[in-house]
């Protein structure tokens, strides 16, 4: 789990196709204490440390995962958002981000005002839904407010100390962007489509136990 509050940008090394499998290679000021087998989100991306170095680190994305972001776009010399899972007992300055990419979105147009830049950004059709005003959002791998939802366009403002500290000073219309809607809305929709469950025993059936049997048993009052 990460927290969409970027550690640092890193720069891709080199880029290697293995078959299905596709073998990043990215310089990072982090790279030391890292140790094989973490999760590093790259641009948004969670993806599993195969490989350290004093300087470097080697991450791997199965197809699946190139084909559903922007890791396949990237090049030698490519700059990307990093952040290191989530330690337990930090502080969740931003929101829950799991990592997961849902698409791929297109950013539109670039907006200079006084106190930073707005941002509009396409979705695909089916993350509209997801995204409410002043709701989150993870733009790659960002933790962001969503300062205006209108169709499938939805709006961003980036402060000035997130565009130096991540990659969005380099977007421009028509830039790709991985997106990751807020994971909450994602499981309230399918509880949504649930429905009630039938029958009058309420709530679980865990290992058998309703809590009308618990009630029988004087565990519940």
């Known amino acids: 789990m990460f927290t969409g509050l970027v550690e640092s940008v890193g720069t891709v090394e080199t880029v290697r196709r ?8 990215i310089r990072a000021s ?22 350290t170095s004093e300087r470097s680190f080697e991450a791997e994305a199965i ?23 989530l330690v337990a007992g930090e502080r969740l300055g931003g929101h829950v ?3 997961h990419v849902d698409g791929v979105g297109t950013v539109g147009s670039v907006t200079k005002s006084d106190r930073g830049v707005l941002v509009s950004i396409e979705l695909p059709t089916d993350l509209v839904r997801y995204v409410v005003a002043r709701g989150s ?28 500290a991540t990659v969005a000073s380099s977007y421009r219309r028509g830039s790709a962007v991985n997106v990751e809607t807020d994971i909450l809305a994602k499981h309230q929709e399918k509880l949504a489509a649930a429905g009630p469950r039938e029958g009058t025993e309420t709530v679980d059936r865990e290992d058998g136990m309703t809590l009308d049997r618990l009630r029988d048993l ?4």
């Open 137 to 164: 959002v993870a733009i790659d791998g960002v933790s962001l407010t969503v300062a205006g939802i209108a169709g499938p366009v939805l709006t961003v403002a980036l402060i000035p100390e997130t565009l130096g």
């Open 18 to 25: 293995r078959g299905p499998v596709t073998a990043l290679t």
């Open 97 to 99: 981000v799991t990592g």
């Open 30 to 51: 982090f790279s030391r204490e890292l140790e094989r087998g973490e999760s590093v989100a790259v641009n948004g991306t969670c993806l599993t440390v195969v490989r």
């Open 218 to 221: 004087g565990f519940l009052k």
């Open 63 to 85: 197809g699946q995962t190139v084909s559903r972001t922007t890791l396949g776009k990237l090049t030698s010399g490519s700059h990307v958002n990093l952040e290191r899972a």
